[in-house]
């Protein structure tokens, strides 16, 4: 018998020995001592009161786990194994633990495992870092040292994180950041279940895909479906638009958006700016939808244009960048040099028209006011260059040389103004009539001028009739200032409303 055979024999003997000695049976499924089923050296150490064993190129067993290493020293007293070199944790089929350094508390069945490469893998991703904790009782992985996690569609950055085995729920801390061919995500606190696909963050988040940005502070995201929800103030922002709200959802495959509370959508291309409680944004139709408080600005040159109303629909047509707004129910309109209220607004920034429906009243600082069932606004560099009221259509303009009113009324008029929206004429075509005050060379009235015909032609300067042509036999009379007569100072159905006129204030439901 050679010396090393005898060894050998020794070892065995010894290490049969020791275990009857100091635990179960290995074979008791129960048993919370970590068991050697294969080793090329065992060496059997008593110091102290403490007994170890000394395994080289040894596999470990515990719990259905397999623990391998090249060198590794159990304690038997604690149930403790530390081990070195090409280490490596098998736990079943589905999850491998790699590193350099292992300890292993086989009573709580803790697994600390680092080294320069230290790696997690189960069926479908890897994780990589410096350090992993691995509570394979409950089958949690975590990390206080930055990681890199790798799955078929995702790679997952942070400084810190949490893997669950058993629900393959992931929760990650402090930059966090998720990438994919799809979009990439940064935020602080990340948890993300691989199997549901949701991502719920925490903290400053962005998500940035090929059709724009997100950004908002707490919300979930879906990764195989691009939906997204946010609870908190958010901002998506893309070419074309960005839409603002306190609560926000994103459908990422067609970035159409629905926001509540405080909305803002902007339309980079052409500054119009909505704001409502609720509003919808149809990505593809170009299509928006805001309401409750709901106000439009649009920049109008150095000038705004303020339009509210119950209802905002906005429609963009892409190919040449123009849009349509329109307005539904309780409108108000306010512009520094006109304001106005009506029933339902339609604005076309493509040809600079603004139409107003249902009994429709404008009134300018250049102390005029236009009724009519419809009245029409053309615009011409950003100012009011024409208006045509249709239907029982009334202008009145405020005299104030004489501090009383001129009118004019008919069945379709046409207004054309000068700069500064100043009337400059006003034609009428069918049931005309009019009331003016006749002013002489020294700005002295000579009499009130009362006209039936069905068409006019009224020219003004500075609010006041300076011409007026009839086309056709006018019926009218011009009454000396000591024989007017109260009630002809109006033509039937005026009502001079300049109390009616909206604020800017009271246009953004700020009053």
Not at 287 to 308: C, M, P, Q, W
Not at 370 to 396: C, H, P, Q, S, W
């Amino acid at each position: 018998m050679t010396k090393l055979t005898f060894f050998l024999i020794l070892f065995v003997s010894f290490e049969s020995l020791a275990q009857r000695a100091v635990s179960p049976a290995p074979t008791d499924p129960n048993s919370d001592l970590v068991e050697i089923i294969k080793s090329d050296e065992l060496e059997i150490i008593n110091e102290n009161g403490v007994d170890s064993r000394r395994v080289i190129n040894g596999i470990f067993k515990h719990k259905g786990a397999f623990l391998h290493s090249n060198l590794a020293i159990q304690n038997i007293n604690t149930n403790v194994i530390e081990a070195f070199g090409n280490v490596r944790i098998v736990q079943g089929d589905t999850v491998t633990v790699t590193g350099d350094t292992l300890y292993y508390y086989g009573n709580t069945r803790l697994a600390i495992v680092s080294g320069k490469k230290t790696v997690l893998k189960d069926q479908k991703r890897t994780l990589t870092t410096r350090k992993i904790e691995y509570d394979m009782a409950n089958g949690i992985a975590n990390y206080k040292l930055p990681g890199r996690t790798v799955d078929e569609e995702n790679v997952l950055t942070s400084k810190e994180g949490f893997y669950s085995t058993v629900t393959k729920e992931f929760t990650y801390y402090k930059n966090v950041k998720l990438v994919n061919k799809k979009y990439t995500l940064t935020t602080d606190t990340l948890l993300y279940n691989s199997i549901t696909k949701w991502s719920d963050f925490y903290g400053k988040t962005k998500i940035i895909n090929k059709d724009g940005t997100v950004l908002g502070t707490k919300g979930r995201y879906n990764t195989e479906t691009s939906q997204s929800s946010f609870s908190k103030r958010t901002t998506v922002d893309n070419e074309t638009y960005t839409l603002t709200a306190d609560s926000l959802s994103v459908d990422g495959k067609t970035n159409n958006g629905k926001g509540k509370g405080n909305v803002v959508i902007v339309a980079k291309k052409d500054d119009t700016i909505l704001n409502g409680d609720e509003g919808y944004y149809w990505k593809d139709k170009g299509y928006s939808k805001i309401f409750g408080h709901a106000y439009v600005r649009n920049i109008i040159s150095e000038d705004t244009l303020y339009i509210r109303a119950d209802t905002l629909y906005s429609f963009e047509n892409q190919r040449d960048s123009t849009r349509k707004l329109i307005g539904n129910k309780n409108v108000l309109i306010y512009k520094s040099d006109f304001q106005g209220k009506c029933d339902s607004i339609n604005y076309n920034t493509a040809d600079s028209v603004i139409r107003f429906f249902k009994k429709p009243i404008l009134w300018s600082d250049q102390h005029y006011q236009m009724e009519a069932d419809t009245i029409t606004a053309y615009l011409v560099n950003n100012e009011i260059n024409r208006m045509l009221l249709k239907g029982k259509a009334f202008v009145i303009t405020e005299d104030t040389l004489v501090k009383q009113y001129n009118q004019v009324k008919g069945r379709v008029i046409n207004a054309y103004f000068e700069e500064k929206n100043a009337l400059k004429q006003v034609l009428v075509d069918g049931n005309g009539e009019s009331v003016y005050y006749a002013i002489d060379d020294k700005q002295k009235m000579i009499g009130l001028n009362r006209v039936i015909c069905g068409k006019m032609n009224l020219l003004f300067t500075e609010n006041k009739v300076r011409r007026i042509a009839f086309v056709g036999k006018p019926d009218g009379q011009l009454i000396p200032p000591s024989k007017i007569k109260p009630q002809e100072r109006q033509l039937d159905g005026f009502n001079w409303r300049i109390s009616d006129k909206p604020t800017r204030n009271k246009t953004l439901w700020l009053e």
